[in-house]
């Protein structure tokens, strides 16, 4: 360990304790010791000091004791040039920064400093990370699709090569927070701004303050990783850690000049097992003696530096190289392209549209093959378009796939894949599916060389690519006039009415194997999810036919069969060979789970659920609320605390985690009475099942059982709620007791 870290670090954690509560002193004068202060959207109080201590700060006096717990962690400044040979040292001494740091940034958001807006560009850096959106990104940290996350601290020394960096960190899709030095009152995600580049969640680049502190954001973050997956407990300080360094792929890219604050919060990082990479010359830490992971590492070369972050942390990307010209990565999904940006335009309401994938024999594919099919004088008008006048086209998006394996049950599990394979490319924005799909291409792209049959090469590369084990050719037919659009049109809506026809009639009794994801056991080691015809992965983003297909492709990955067996309990959906494997593959947790019932040894929940399911004895029946809902239930708990009750591979009776279509399978809860004992659920989530709510309201009996459901709008509290209920005839008030 170098005496000049260690002193540079102790030096600041000295300096920022005496700095927070500087801040927290003038919070108190002007808001009172018993002010009550929370994070938006979080379960986890101040969630660093929380998980390190287990302390449940929630008013502006209790934050004196997590400044305690700091002041307990520092070791005496050191004299000038006195010698400082311990790690621990140094680990305590960021341990007191991240834990002043938190404090000082929730007195700031109190006095109405945080979050910060730049007064030069009018940036607005995001602040404090909601548990909404850790587990928003939860599917895509488990599935290895986001296989890390980075925190850059500084400017680079110019415009373009900061713009290089953060184009390499999206294409491998590595979520990138970025924070300024402090004292420079430039930074990267000015630098980006500068050039044009989309910043926020959607791009991947998060601007989360313009000092080396704002970085606590992003390890309060992790750490709630270790509470909300894990199941880990708060205070248990060493297991949190541990459980970082282990699964949460994290690094820190210190771009310019290094200062005491940078030192202390990188030792902090360090604490997570987060190594940092500095572009300057700087004494190293390298894994040797007692120190087994710990890093700060130097690359001054910055076409390397990407490289090195990776190799550093451990991580393990695999990309697949597109033949398009444009930069190509997951980071571009969330791209908006505005409609003066267009240049090509395609569906929507605006022109037919559709997107139809057929299985063919060997024979009748040509691999590799694309072909724009349209008139001389369309395909002249294309190559002539300029930026500035938007062109509004029909598109039929044909995909004919063969391989020895290929079952027509696969053709919407691939179709259904081709949304974010289009927007995987830089200046594509593309929404929708089948027959309802919407493209964008923009004015940028079309400079940069990308044109409408580059679309095909997207296509023939990333199905050759994540599907290779069922298809084995493929070609791309792409119809640009506007009468043999609408013909072929009809053809794929009669092949969609067939499918649809097909899963419906798909029940858990007409198979003999169900699947199971354990793709979250990365996250959350005891978990199982098993999903069925009737019930999907909680997550929302696995049917069974999805599984069935991954099942295909890759036979020793996470998604795999389960025999049923024999049938023990038909009402609560139980079954020995169900149960057996959820035993081995729980690690001996849990003897099994009931697929219809949360009172009766409910499914498991990671933590990436798009809703939770919980009783309301009160009303005799359930409440669901979905991901994304910041508001009070009746319950007296919101989204975020109600997680921590079934997150982690934990089983609660009366509380589940499931994906938002189960609500209207008729399995939904079905041994608890199902579908009539919904009582309350947020609007927002009312209006995305609309339609099949009222179907499921008439296949029940109740027409009109969508208006007997109380909502937010209509009571947030227990006794309005019941009001409600009762006033409308709600018929879960005169079910059989549910307890």
Known sequence: ???????????????????????????????????????????????????????????????????????????????????????????????????????????????????????????????????????????????????????????????????????????????????????????????????????????????????????????NWACRGALTFGGKKGGDALSVLKYNKDRVFAFAMVMGPMNDLIWATGAGAITYGFPAICDTEVPEIRPTGVCTYEHVVSQTDHKKLVDTCIETRGLKIITTKVPVPVAYGPAFEGERIRKEDTLFEFGGTKSPSFEWIRTKEMEEVEDGKIELIASDETLKKIEAAKPGTPMLLPLGLIVEVAGRKMNPDFEPVIERKLHDYINCAQGIWH?????????????????????????GDVMLTMIKAKFPAIVDKVQVKLYLEDAQVKEIQEDARKVYKERNERVAKMTDESVDVFYSCLLCQSFAPNHVCVISPERLGLCGAYNWLDARAANEIDPTGPNQPVLKGDCTDPVKGRWKGVDSYVWQNSHQSLEGFSAYSIMDAPMTSCGCFECIVALVPEANGFMIVNRGFTGMTPIGMKFSTLAGTVGGGTQTPGFGGIGKYFITSKKFLSADGGFKRIVWMPKSLKEALREDLIRRSEEEGVPGFLDMICDETIAEESDGMMEHLTKTGHPALSMESIL
């Open 1 to 219: 360990m170098s005496r000049h870290i260690a002193a540079a670090a102790i030096r600041a954690s000295h300096k920022i304790v005496a700095e927070a509560e500087d801040a927290l002193n003038k919070a108190i004068a002007e808001k009172g010791e018993g002010y009550k202060f929370e994070w938006p959207d979080t379960a986890f109080y101040l969630p660093h000091i929380f998980g390190m201590t287990g302390i449940k700060i929630e008013t502006l006096g209790q934050m004196r004791e997590g400044l305690d717990y700091a002041r307990g962690m520092l070791t005496p400044e050191p004299a000038e040039n006195a010698y400082l040979p311990y790690l621990g040292e140094t680990l305590d001494a960021g341990q007191a920064t991240l834990f002043a740091e938190e404090i000082l940034l929730a007195a700031r958001t109190v006095t109405g400093l945080e979050p910060v807006v730049d007064a030069e560009t009018g940036l607005t850096y995001n602040g404090f990370i909601t548990d909404t959106i850790l587990r928003n990104l939860g599917i895509q940290l488990v599935d290895g699709s986001m296989p890390g996350f980075a925190v850059i601290i500084g400017k680079a020394p110019s415009e373009d090569v900061a713009v290089e960096i953060c184009r390499d960190l999206q294409q491998r899709n590595i979520l990138t927070f970025l924070c300024g030095d402090g004292i420079d009152s430039d930074n990267v995600a000015k630098q980006l701004m500068r050039k044009g580049v989309e910043l926020g969640w959607d791009a991947r680049l998060v601007p989360l303050g313009p000092n080396p502190y704002h970085a606590l954001y992003a390890a």
């Open 431 to 455: 929404m929708g599916q089948r027959d309802v799909n919407w493209m964008r291409i923009s004015n940028n792209a079309f400079s940069e060389g990308f044109r409408i049959k580059h679309l």
